[in-house]
């Protein structure tokens, strides 16, 4: 039997949106099919590849698991509201994070890119200056299949040093040593 259709009040992006959306519907489904707000993709559908990951007040959260009547008076966001957001806090242009992932090249097809963002986001605020441990728990539920991981870690370093003023540290995984010297 196919649930009720309901009016939900909803805190998108920094706007107050009222839609109208069937009761067992996720999130990510009102985001995508009632708001045209396609930038959270929809993957697996069960929470494991983190391609529908939004911030619920500031935190990560999937959102093909999380049902859009839960979230009522609560502030999502998105990957469309990022740069927005930026701007209305007194920034220039994108995100930082957008602006490192693209200065990085940190995708390929893009279809993980707004989630493994929206992740580091949520890393950055709560912490400018995170460990090589702490951005890997960070990312951690963010699937890439096309880039390996490398650009995305660079352009997650770029941005914590961007932030904190500080020239960006060689991670873990990264050689010190100059290429061809041996």
Same mark, same amino acid.
């Given at each position: ?42 993957? $697996?559908?069960? /929470? ?6 939004? +911030? !619920? #007040?500031?935190? *990560?959260?999937? =959102? ?47 279809? $993980?890119?707004? /989630? ?6 949520? +890393? !950055? #605020?709560?912490? *400018?200056?995170? =460990? ?51």
């Amino acid at each position: 039997m196919r649930g009720r259709m309901g009016v939900l009040h909803l805190r998108i992006n920094g706007d107050d949106v009222e839609v109208a959306a069937p009761s067992h519907w996720t999130l990510l489904e009102v985001l995508r099919y009632r708001l045209g707000l396609t930038g959270s993709k929809q993957g $697996c559908d069960k /929470g494991d590849c983190g391609a529908c990951t939004v +911030l !619920l #007040d500031g935190k *990560p959260v999937l =959102s093909c698991l999380t049902l859009a009547c839960t979230v009522e008076g609560r502030a999502v966001t998105t990957i469309e509201g990022l740069l927005p957001a930026h701007v209305a806090g007194g920034g220039q242009g994108a995100d930082p994070v957008q602006d490192a992932f693209d200065r990085c090249g940190a995708l390929q097809c893009g279809f $993980c890119q707004s /989630g493994m963002m929206l992740s580091a986001r949520a +890393l !950055l #605020d709560r912490n *400018p200056n995170p =460990s090589d441990e702490e951005v890997r728990a960070a990312l951690a539920g963010n699937l890439c299949r096309c880039t390996g991981y490398t650009q995305i870690y660079q352009a997650v370093e770029l941005a914590i040093a961007e932030a904190t003023g500080k020239r960006p540290k060689p991670r873990s995984w990264e050689s010190t040593e100059p290429r061809g010297s041996s």
